[in-house]
């Protein structure tokens, strides 16, 4: 069965540092994954995805993940953080485009003025 | 294209009642998703649809829940009755499945 853990319920970083979130899965077969955003009241936007093309991927908003095989890891980065990045960001797995998407548990982003 | 509508966006109803959430995918999207999102359980996957057809239920809690897809434009999620503990968020998504889901915006259910 697939699974999503998201090391840190809270990470807090100040306005221009780097942004580090962590995601490790499980899967039984090569995965597909997905960091989602939810800012306040709404529903969860695509950020950016993996699907066995190049390890690391570039999202919106200056985002980028690095698929690790051997570390069943895609940690979502950002050199530098911004006030509008304060959110709520889902890593998510799926065994194909076709399947069900499996969330993390989340990680809440607060930037420091 | 205007997105995954849902209705309605917050519900308070009292223990015992019928809800009933609703939800229009993206024209176009042929699989349909139903999430339930609170805090202690995070994002929670209910059930979807393929071609209107259920192909993964394993997620609703319980008899109580229902949902249905009677057309590519259309679905229903119903919990009967109500408890308060079914107090949450529920997303609707749909994906032509290219691996990308659209969220509605949620309908806020209270349960008292």
């Known amino acids: 069965a697939q699974s999503v853990t998201q090391l840190g319920s809270h990470v807090s970083v100040s306005e221009g540092a780097l942004v580090l979130l962590r995601c490790n899965y499980s899967?039984?077969?090569?995965?597909?994954l997905f960091w989602y955003v939810q800012y306040p009241n709404q529903g969860l936007q695509l950020l950016l995805k993996?699907?066995?093309?190049?390890?690391l991927v570039k999202g919106i908003n200056g985002f980028e993940a690095e698929f690790k095989k051997s570390e069943t890891s895609f940690h979502l980065t950002k050199p530098s953080a911004h006030m509008s990045d304060a959110a709520e960001f889902f890593c998510?797995?799926?065994?194909?485009?076709?399947?069900?998407?499996?969330f993390g548990p989340g990680t809440s982003l607060s930037v420091i003025p | 294209d205007a997105g995954v509508i849902q209705s309605p966006r917050h519900e308070v109803t009292e223990m015992g009642q019928e809800v009933t959430l609703r939800c229009k995918p993206i024209?176009?999207?042929?699989?349909l998703f139903w999430y339930r999102q609170t805090m202690m359980r995070g994002l929670e996957l209910l059930i979807y649809?393929?071609?209107?057809?259920?192909?993964?239920d394993s997620g609703m809690p319980e008899d109580r829940f229902s949902a249905k897809m009677p057309n590519a434009s259309f679905s229903t999620l119903k919990i009967q009755p109500s408890e308060p503990r079914d107090s949450a968020v529920y997303f609707c998504?749909?994906?032509?499945?290219?691996?990308?889901?659209?969220f509605g915006e949620g309908s806020r259910l209270t349960v008292l």
């Open positions: 998504a749909s994906t032509s499945g290219a691996g990308e889901l659209f």
């Open positions: 899967s039984s077969v090569p995965p597909y």
């Open positions: 993996y699907t066995s093309a190049a390890t």
């Open positions: 998510a797995v799926s065994e194909t485009p076709y399947d069900k998407v499996i």
């Open positions: 024209s176009g999207h042929d699989y």
């Open positions: 649809f393929n071609n209107n057809v259920p192909i993964d």
